[in-house]
């Protein structure tokens, strides 16, 4: 198996960090959780970069994904979550690009796997706005998959993932037990059964206005400002894992 994994944060594994500060993330684990379960070495490509649109993630990430010697076998898509962060989203054109992505990939005789993101509405400022085009996209997607006959992970409806113990103190991304939930949702998806943690107690946030202010002056604050600047939390990153890894069966 060559796997390739295409996306944003979601996908590069930002909250899941090793003792080094390197993300690992679901996409990881699953490469790792595909191999232990065949008992072969499975190549492995990471090309997601944190802050990236679909458009970045179906364009010049899907164009790199294809271009990979030898091909990939199969390929993750999830992409959307920034566009959502958007002072206006295009839920249609999201869907068009997504479609383009599918026949690409259906073209090339690649095995594709459509992923929803996490839900992140709860905690979120502007978080019903947040959930409902989540949901609007998440429902496109699933309709797309449906359509054309591919694998639909639907980690956006994981009630589970949504409770706080799975994400990072940003509250927008998952942290380490939310990337193993996401990663056992992928793997049960792929036919790896059993692969999905056992629910766990989600931790008690910080709560009170001194907690409150020192969310916003640590993450959302940073946040604005990049967007004022036109910047981007990615902006001269590289992929982690741009060429073929090998994973090994353990």
């Given at each position: 198996?060559?796997?390739?994994?295409?996306?944003?944060?979601?996908?590069?594994?930002?909250?899941?960090?090793?003792?080094?500060?390197?993300p690992r993330g679901w996409a990881d684990r699953v490469a790792a959780g595909l191999a232990g379960a065949s008992g072969e070495p499975v190549h492995y490509a990471n090309l997601a970069v944190r802050g990236r649109l679909l458009a970045d993630v179906v364009g010049p990430q899907l164009d790199a994904a294809l271009a990979l010697d030898p091909a990939p076998t199969l390929i993750t898509l999830n992409g959307g979550g920034n566009d959502m962060l958007r002072p206006?989203?295009?839920v249609d054109g999201l869907a068009a690009l997504t479609a383009r992505a599918v026949d690409r990939c259906a073209a090339a005789g690649v095995r594709l796997v459509l992923l929803s993101g996490a839900d992140p509405s709860d905690r979120l400022p502007l978080g019903r706005v947040v959930h409902r085009?989540?949901?609007?996209?998440?429902?496109?997607?699933?309709?797309?998959?449906?359509?054309?006959?591919?694998?639909?992970?639907?980690?956006?409806?994981?009630?589970?993932?949504?409770?706080?113990?799975?994400?990072?103190?940003?509250?927008?991304?998952?942290?380490?037990?939310?990337?193993?939930?996401?990663?056992?949702?992928?793997?049960e998806a792929l036919g790896v059964r059993g692969a999905t943690p056992a629910t766990t107690?989600?931790?008690?946030?910080?709560?009170?206005?001194?907690?409150?202010?020192?969310?916003?002056?640590?993450?959302?604050?940073?946040?604005v400002g990049?967007?004022?600047?036109?910047?981007?939390?990615?902006?001269?990153?590289?992929?982690?894992?741009?060429?073929?890894?090998?994973?090994?069966?353990?």
């Open positions: 198996m060559r796997y390739v994994a295409i996306g944003d944060s979601f996908t590069e594994g930002v909250g899941d960090e090793d003792a080094a500060g390197v206006r989203t295009d085009r989540g949901a609007e996209l998440s429902a496109t997607v699933r309709t797309l998959a449906t359509a054309r006959g591919l694998t639909f992970v639907d980690v956006f409806g994981d009630a589970e993932i949504r409770r706080p113990g799975y994400w990072s103190d940003d509250r927008l991304h998952l942290g380490t037990p939310g990337h193993l939930r996401a990663a056992g949702l992928v793997l107690v989600a931790t008690t946030p910080p709560t009170g206005p001194a907690a409150g202010l020192a969310y916003y002056r640590a993450h959302v604050l940073p946040w990049r967007r004022l600047r036109g910047r981007s939390s990615g902006d001269g990153r590289p992929a982690k894992a741009p060429a073929w890894t090998v994973v090994p069966a353990r």
